[in-house]
């Protein structure tokens, strides 16, 4: 499971020229999955998510979590984070999960996470074609494979 993390200042999902989340301070979270990913795998994840103290203090150093800020958060489903590029120019997406083993993986994350958060999280819909619009607060841009847990 991995995860690409961003601190925003706001971010919003578009699909067919709907809104279909909107944030504004919080975190913006693309996850991709593969098929040996678990229950543990997401439980390290979404506790990983909620704590990575990332926004800044009154001192201005990142001590605070998404949750320490009363931050929101949006989850999109992101299966290109498995893209090998080794052999060619065109991407092989061949480690991502299929999206029948995926989307379970996907609704269970977005379920812990908002458990872990205490309150809704904002998503996109698997498989859509999404416009995310956002803007990156920092930038701070972090990402998180839950196969290197260090």
């Given at each position: 499971m991995k995860v690409v993390v961003q601190r925003v200042s706001e971010a919003s999902v578009?699909?067919?020229?709907?809104?279909?989340?909107?944030?504004?301070?919080?975190?913006?979270?693309?996850?991709?999955?593969?098929?040996?990913?678990?229950?543990?795998?997401?439980?390290?994840?979404?506790?990983?998510?909620?704590?990575?103290?990332?926004?800044?203090?009154?001192?201005?150093?990142?001590?605070?979590?998404?949750?320490?800020?009363?931050?929101?958060?949006?989850?999109?489903?992101?299966?290109?984070?498995?893209?090998?590029?080794?052999?060619?120019?065109?991407?092989?997406f061949i480690k991502a999960a299929k999206p029948e083993i995926a989307i379970p993986l996907y609704e269970k994350f977005v379920a812990r996470v908002s458990n872990d958060l205490g309150k809704p999280v904002g998503t996109g819909a698997f498989g859509a074609d999404m416009k995310v619009a956002l803007i990156n607060d920092g930038p701070v841009t972090i990402v998180i494979d839950s196969k290197s847990k260090e």
């Open positions: 578009t699909i067919e020229g709907n809104v279909k989340s909107k944030i504004s301070l919080g975190l913006l979270v693309l996850v991709g999955f593969e098929e040996s990913d678990t229950d543990e795998d997401i439980e390290w994840m979404s506790n990983k998510l909620v704590s990575l103290r990332i926004f800044s203090d009154e001192n201005g150093q990142m001590n605070l979590s998404v949750k320490d800020v009363s931050g929101d958060i949006i989850i999109v489903s992101q299966f290109t984070l498995y893209a090998l590029t080794k052999k060619g120019n065109r991407p092989s």
